[in-house]
């Protein structure tokens, strides 16, 4: 027996209802806010994921599936949506089309993490990129259409913070503040937040280890260090936001795991599903399409983890819609009957009507319960009686009562409301 590679998972049929309600709310989502659907593949060339989500991120430095293809050449899976979809957007020239120009997906990433709950090393993310607009109302819409989404899965308590990382311009002031706070104490930090205190040490407010932690805790923040540009810009996002009825929390210790952001930086986060507690987060990245060798325009995006919205909707009891069930199960005795069964089938199924039939030889008691397991809403039997009569009649399992219904009005009958 192969096992399931760690840290993936399946779809089993008796769930991937689930999978379809979130994957039809994201593109109704997506539709409402008119973002069109791109595809890119799942693996790229491993310079672009280092060019556009940056060297210093643990992303890249520890978490890619990265091989060589029998070319020699360097593949990665793709660990994240948004750098494929900005080479799209650059190799397309879609920047000569009318701005913005706004996309979502829905696709698989990998990440060589350790699995636990709600951490996989496959995962599916839907996304949204606009690009081209550097305006604040781009980032209040994005941030609106992310709660949009979560909240037509029926979810609850999701709180949303939200925090500027500034430009260049004043990152460039910000880090330095960093690495003066951070010189005294560098000794005693770890071996990451060294090679970002060098590289990028505004990465250093990223990490996890406990000790890096406090040390974290009394370093300047950012939100003192915007220029006027990035200032006004965050103050007119909230002020949408505002406008929007969002309620969101300003929190000065998002600085996000990828290297490309800039300005407006946000996370949807719940308590309810323990540590990994981000089931959306995005931000604006106005330089990386620049940065991948494209025209100088401004973007910004989300991604949502498709598991872990997943493990919070049955965490917390969310409303999935209920699955789909077979309309009608016709049940055939013999050569003919069932022959007879078969072709009914066949024409229901042929003008849209679930219909299902024995693939088992079984006894036509074996075949009611087999109908009645599989949730049909309709059984019908046809006998010998029923094939010289042409009629049969029609068991709604629900309540048990039965109808006579010709065979040949079988679909007029199952498509009006009963
Ligand atoms: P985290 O802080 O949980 O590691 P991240 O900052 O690495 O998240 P992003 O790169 O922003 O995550 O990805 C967007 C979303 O994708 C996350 O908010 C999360 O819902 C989901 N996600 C990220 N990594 C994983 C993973 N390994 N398994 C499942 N979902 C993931
Ligand atoms: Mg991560």
């Given at each position: 027996m192969i096992n399931i590679p760690k840290g993936t998972k399946d779809v089993l049929p008796s769930q991937s209802y689930k999978w379809q309600f979130v994957e039809d709310v994201a593109r109704e989502t997506a539709k409402t806010f008119n973002y069109k659907e791109v595809r890119t593949p799942v693996f790229e060339y491993t310079e672009l994921f280092q060019r556009g989500v940056g060297e210093t991120t643990d992303v890249v430095n520890k978490e890619m599936y990265t091989f060589e293809d029998k070319g020699g050449r360097s593949i990665t899976l793709k660990p994240e949506g948004t750098a494929g979809v900005a080479r799209l957007f650059i190799e397309n020239g879609l920047a000569s089309s009318p701005l913005p120009v706004k996309t979502f997906y829905i696709t698989p990433a990998f990440r060589y993490e350790r699995p636990q709950a709600g951490r996989l090393r496959e995962f599916h993310q839907f996304g949204l990129e606009v690009f081209g607009s550097p305006s604040p109302e781009t980032d209040a819409e994005v941030i609106f259409a992310a709660s949009s989404f979560l909240d037509k899965l029926g979810l609850k308590d999701i709180e949303l913070q939200i925090n500027s990382i500034g430009c260049p311009i004043c990152r460039n002031e910000y880090n330095k503040a960093l690495k003066k706070y951070f010189e005294p104490h560098l000794e005693s930090m770890c071996q990451t937040c060294k090679t970002r205190y060098e590289k990028n040490p505004l990465r250093m407010l990223d990490c996890k280890e406990e000790n890096c932690k406090a040390i974290n805790a009394n370093a300047p923040k950012i939100l003192d260090y915007l220029c006027e540009d990035c200032k006004s810009h965050f103050e007119e996002v909230k002020a949408l936001l505002n406008v929007l009825g969002l309620k969101y929390t300003v929190n000065p210790r998002i600085v996000r795991?990828?290297?490309?952001?800039?300005k407006t930086v946000f996370e949807f986060l719940t308590g309810?599903?323990?540590?990994?507690?981000?089931?959306c987060a995005g931000g604006r990245y106005d330089n990386l399409l620049s940065q991948l060798g494209g025209n100088s325009l401004p973007a910004i995006g989300f991604a949502a983890g498709i598991e872990r919205l997943l493990l919070l909707m049955e965490t917390t009891g969310a409303p999935f819609p209920a699955e789909q069930k077979p309309r009608i199960y016709i049940a055939g005795m013999d050569g003919k009957t069932r022959s007879l069964a078969f072709e009914t089938a066949a024409y229901l199924r042929t003008n849209g009507v679930s219909a299902e039939v024995d693939?088992?030889?079984?006894s036509i008691k074996a075949q009611f319960k087999y109908a009645d397991k599989i949730g049909a809403e309709f059984v019908a039997v046809i006998g010998e009686e029923e094939f010289n009569a042409g009629v049969v009649n029609v068991k709604k399992m629900a309540d048990g009562s039965t109808s006579a219904v010709k065979i040949k009005e079988l679909y007029t009958y199952l498509t009006k409301e009963i």
């Open positions: 795991g990828l290297d490309y952001y800039t309810k599903i323990g540590a990994q507690s981000a089931v693939h088992m030889q079984r």
